[in-house]
């Protein structure tokens, strides 16, 4: 596992107060806001409609096979229970009502269809093994699968790897092994303590967050470009030069924190429930 190093050897930056760089000085300009509720029910209404957005967004980028892939969030009001998506509806269809809530024994609390049971095996262990974990993420992708072949790390090959820098860990239990035992999900959990992503050896990626569906699923669909990235530059022959690690973690903590990771979520969930009002039905 990689032991995830603060950026202490780069001068702090002052922020003002802001969580982020990102974050406009000047008041008043539209920005998005993380959004407060007092409400349960309006909480969970607002992570229904991220999820279904985020398995659109999967749909949207290509990351769907069959009926494999699995996106999960706690219930805000029952942190024991999970919403996830249906099994064998395709991402692109998958709205807020069809959504499905899930205990971590993998029965069915809410919802008509059914659980997917690689996802239960995997999810429910992560989720009942971190608290703190609220959402996560996993697709049978084109890229990532091919580079959980190679069981190695990314390298900070670019600004948006190095968000990964010291950041994700490779896991090479049940290497291959379809995950429908609850073991398999157990033996996996506890490398996600302090990560945001895991590269799972001849199986794929899996991204979590402790901030919002929303970063999980951005940055499962950043690891996956970046893997992209990465096999067109080991197929060029060349050797890259790599950002040093101190600038690794400089840029890790600026441009791949959580926050910026629900940030870049802002605008491709916008996108689709402009384009797609029916993921909302």
């Given at each position: 596992?990689h032991?995830?190093?603060?950026?202490?050897?780069?001068p702090?930056?002052?922020?003002?107060?802001?969580?982020?760089?990102?974050?406009?000085e000047?008041?008043?300009?539209?920005?998005?806001?993380?959004?407060d509720?007092?409400?349960?029910?309006a909480?969970?209404?607002?992570?229904k409609?991220?999820?279904a957005?985020?398995?659109?967004?999967f749909?949207q980028?290509?990351?769907?096979?069959?009926?494999?892939?699995?996106?999960?969030?706690?219930?805000?009001?029952?942190?024991?229970?999970?919403?996830?998506n249906?099994?064998?509806v395709?991402?692109?269809?998958v709205?807020?009502?069809?959504?499905i809530?899930?205990d971590?024994?993998?029965?069915?609390?809410?919802?008509?269809?059914?659980?997917?049971?690689?996802?239960?095996?995997?999810?429910?262990?992560?989720?009942?093994?971190?608290?703190d974990?609220?959402a996560?993420?996993?697709?049978?992708?084109?890229?990532?699968?091919?580079?959980?072949?190679?069981?190695?790390?990314?390298?900070?090959?670019?600004?948006?790897?190095?968000?990964?820098?010291?950041?994700?860990?490779?896991?090479?239990?049940?290497?291959?092994?379809?995950?429908?035992?609850?073991k398999?999900?157990?033996?996996?959990?506890?490398?996600f303590?302090?990560?945001?992503?895991a590269i799972?050896?001849?199986?794929?990626?899996?991204?979590?967050?402790?901030?919002?569906?929303?970063a999980?699923?951005f940055w499962?669909?950043a690891?996956?470009?970046?893997c992209?990235?990465?096999?067109?530059?080991?197929?060029?022959?060349?050797?890259?030069t790599?950002?040093?690690?101190?600038?690794?973690?400089y840029?890790?903590?600026?441009?791949?924190?959580?926050y910026?990771?629900?940030?870049?979520?802002?605008?491709?969930?916008?996108q689709?429930?402009?384009?797609?009002?029916?993921?909302?039905?």
């Amino acid at each position: 596992m990689h032991a995830r190093t603060q950026a202490a050897d780069s001068p702090a930056l002052d922020l003002g107060g802001r969580e982020s760089i990102y974050q406009p000085e000047q008041a008043g300009r539209i920005f998005p806001h993380v959004p407060d509720f007092d409400d349960a029910q309006a909480a969970r209404r607002h992570l229904k409609q991220r999820l279904a957005g985020a398995c659109r967004a999967f749909a949207q980028h290509g990351l769907d096979y069959g009926f494999a892939g699995h996106l999960t969030v706690r219930d805000p009001e029952h942190p024991h229970f999970y919403w996830t998506n249906p099994m064998a509806v395709h991402f692109s269809q998958v709205c807020v009502s069809n959504l499905i809530l899930v205990d971590h024994q993998g029965t069915v609390v809410e919802g008509e269809h059914a659980v997917n049971r690689a996802g239960f095996v995997l999810h429910a262990a992560v989720h009942e093994a971190h608290p703190d974990i609220v959402a996560m993420c996993h697709a049978h992708t084109v890229y990532g699968t091919a580079y959980a072949a190679l069981g190695r790390p990314l390298a900070p090959i670019s600004q948006d790897a190095a968000a990964f820098f010291e950041d994700h860990v490779v896991i090479r239990a049940e290497a291959g092994a379809v995950a429908v035992e609850e073991k398999a999900g157990q033996s996996i959990c506890e490398h996600f303590r302090g990560v945001k992503a895991a590269i799972h050896q001849n199986h794929g990626l899996l991204t979590v967050s402790r901030h919002s569906i929303d970063a999980a699923a951005f940055w499962f669909i950043a690891l996956e470009r970046c893997c992209r990235q990465q096999l067109i530059l080991d197929a060029s022959g060349h050797a890259p030069t790599l950002v040093p690690p101190d600038r690794s973690r400089y840029s890790r903590e600026h441009v791949g924190s959580e926050y910026i990771g629900w940030l870049h979520f802002q605008p491709v969930y916008a996108q689709l429930a402009a384009s797609q009002p029916d993921l909302l039905a």
